[in-house]
């Protein structure tokens, strides 16, 4: 007969609880893992999505003076940006928050949009993403509605 330790007044069987312990470890890691892989694939999909969505040149004829507010998201990259127009012609973009990964770079658009006066710009390399995102908000915010 071999020695149990006890603990409230019952048998401590130490096997069964480091079984139990690394079972429900691996389970854990194994449901982390899953969403691991979830979250990249609804990452890749959403961006992958942004390669055909064209970029809407606004009117700017139609826009009245103000601020107008913008924002578009393609999991995980996001802006939220604002654009000034005043005499129909587009005065400053702020760029109010802009979740981006590696796509900093992409920070110099709102710049050369207010320069020629147009959303469509060259997107920039290493930063596609958030390029594309940047754009995208800018053209919300400036579609008139």
């Known amino acids: 007969m071999h020695?149990?330790?006890h603990f409230a007044g019952k048998e401590f069987d130490m096997g069964?609880?480091?079984k139990r312990i690394i079972a429900a470890l691996l389970v854990i890691?194994?449901?982390?893992?899953?969403?691991?892989?979830?979250?990249?694939?609804m990452s890749e999909k959403s961006?992958?999505?942004?390669?055909?969505?064209?970029?809407q040149e606004p009117d700017l004829n139609t826009l009245s003076d103000g601020t107008y507010k913008g924002s578009y998201s393609a999991f995980?990259?996001?802006?939220?940006?604002?654009?000034d127009i005043k005499g129909h012609r587009i005065e400053a973009i702020r760029i109010i928050k802009h979740d981006n990964g590696q796509g900093k770079g992409a920070e110099i658009l709102p710049a050369k949009v207010v320069l020629?006066?147009?959303v469509g710009q060259d997107l920039v390399s290493g930063a596609t993403y958030s390029s594309k995102v940047i754009l995208l908000a800018?053209?919300?915010a400036l579609d008139g509605e």
């Open 47 to 55: 961006l992958e999505g942004l390669a055909v969505i064209e970029i």
């Open 138 to 140: 800018i053209s919300d």
């Open 16 to 18: 069964k609880t480091l």
């Open 76 to 83: 995980p990259v996001s802006a939220d940006v604002e654009v």
């Open 116 to 118: 020629t006066q147009k």
């Open 29 to 41: 890691v194994s449901l982390f893992a899953a969403g691991i892989f979830i979250m990249t694939k």
């Open 3 to 5: 020695w149990m330790p």
